[in-house]
Structure formats: structure tokens, C-alpha cells
């Protein structure tokens, strides 16, 4: 066997490497879905917002003939 422990020190420096790295999520469950409310709340805003200026006629996102 030529690897020797090589196996068990590529382990333990994984297990540091992950043990340093920070989670993607730090938010418990109620926050996460208090944040989840709030930015869809901001999202439905924005949507009545855009559906206004379209049944103004002056939507930023229609192509205007000549």
C-alpha cells in the first residue's frame, strides 16, 4: 500500500475546510417565511404598478409604431 494515510489527511482537511465555510440560509423558519412575505408583497406592488401604467397606455415595455 503506497498511500499510506494520505486517504485520512485529505479527510481531515475536508472536514476543515468545510467546517469554516458559512451556511447560505443563518434564517430560522419564521423568518425565512416573514422574508419570503414581505418580498412577495413587494413583488405584487410592482406588478399593479406595471398592469396601471399599461392600462395608461404609456408602458415602458410596449413598442411604439410610427
Same mark, same amino acid.
Given at each position: 500500500m $503506497? /498511500?499510506?494515510?494520505? /486517504? %485520512?489527511k485529505a479527510r481531515e482537511k475536508n472536514? +476543515? $475546510?468545510s467546517a469554516g465555510? +458559512?451556511?447560505k440560509n443563518a434564517m430560522s423558519?419564521? %423568518?425565512y417565511a416573514k !422574508? +419570503? %412575505?414581505d418580498t412577495a408583497a413587494i413583488m /405584487?406592488? +410592482?406588478? *399593479?404598478a !406595471? *398592469? !396601471?401604467r399599461k392600462k395608461e397606455g404609456g408602458g415602458s415595455t410596449e413598442k411604439k409604431k410610427k
Open positions: $503506497a /498511500r499510506g494515510n494520505q /486517504r %485520512e472536514l +476543515k $475546510a465555510q +458559512k451556511s423558519g419564521t %423568518e !422574508a +419570503k %412575505e /405584487r406592488a +410592482k406588478q *399593479e !406595471a *398592469e !396601471a
